[in-house]
């Protein structure tokens, strides 16, 4: 049972959920393209934290978090990701402001 809870099993596993909730946002239509790049883009992180955390224990017996270089470059995927998304409805705010000033 500890196995199944290991966290990269939970890693993976999380995979599936954020599948499902990519594919029901995009189906909305109502979630602002730049913003649905970002939750996209969420998936480029996954793809890069993976070989970088088998890199980490292959090279440097240890894990991803431990390696400050390697992990930091990983992370910048997240951060992008995470400023997408921002900016996608930043973009939305501020055009229903500017819609609301000039009524």
């Not at 969420?42 to 955390?53: D, K, N, Q, S, Y």
């Not at 890199?55 to 390697?70: S, T």
């Amino acid at each position: 049972m500890e196995a199944l809870f290991d966290k990269q099993n939970l890693f993976a596993m999380s995979l599936f959920p954020y599948l499902g909730f990519l594919y029901f946002v995009t189906r909305s239509g109502q979630t602002p393209r730049l913003a649905l790049v970002g939750f996209y883009f969420l998936l480029v992180f996954v793809v890069v934290t993976i070989p970088a955390g088998l890199y980490a224990q292959q090279v440097y017996g240890a894990e991803l978090a431990n390696i400050d270089w390697l992990h930091g470059s990983a992370e910048s995927f997240l951060t992008i990701s995470n400023i997408l998304v921002v900016l996608g409805f930043r973009q939305v705010v501020v055009q229903r402001q500017r819609e609301t000033s000039e009524k």
